[in-house]
């Protein structure tokens, strides 16, 4: 078992910046890759970022590309997902998963464990 803690959500103008953390407890030596997904109301949850925990390999969606960067801190068992320049379509649960596949997928059923999610909400 692993858990997933995640932390930093909240309110947010459009263009301020957010920085979610997610600190993984238990069996974590299975884990090969973390990564964050995003689902807002009324729509399927979507891949939003990985990273690779040995090699530090990284992933995004188009839509975060060049304004989201995802990074780990292996002594800490944490990964952050740093969001620059968000949009009100950013606002979404955003959930931290872990998985034991490399190359970064993409899928959700391609992940194990899953935090509580923390709520981003980007509004005037």
């Known amino acids: 078992q692993v858990q997933l803690v995640e932390s930093g959500g909240g309110l947010v103008r459009p263009g301020g910046s957010l920085r979610l953390s997610c600190a993984a407890s238990?069996?974590?030596?299975?884990?090969?890759?973390m990564a964050w997904f995003r689902q807002a109301p009324g729509k399927e949850r979507e891949f939003v970022a990985a990273i690779s925990w040995s090699y530090s390999r990284t992933s995004y969606s188009d839509s975060v590309k060049g304004r989201f960067t995802i990074s780990r801190d292996n002594a800490k068992n944490s990964v952050y997902l740093q969001m620059n320049s968000l949009k009100p379509e950013d606002t979404a649960v955003y959930y931290c998963?872990?998985?034991?596949?490399?190359?970064?997928?993409?899928?959700?059923?391609?992940?194990?464990?899953w935090g509580q999610g923390t709520q981003v909400t980007v509004s005037e």
């Open positions: 238990g069996r974590t030596f299975n884990v090969n890759t």
């Open positions: 998963a872990t998985s034991q596949w490399l190359g970064t997928p993409r899928e959700p059923n391609e992940y194990t464990y």
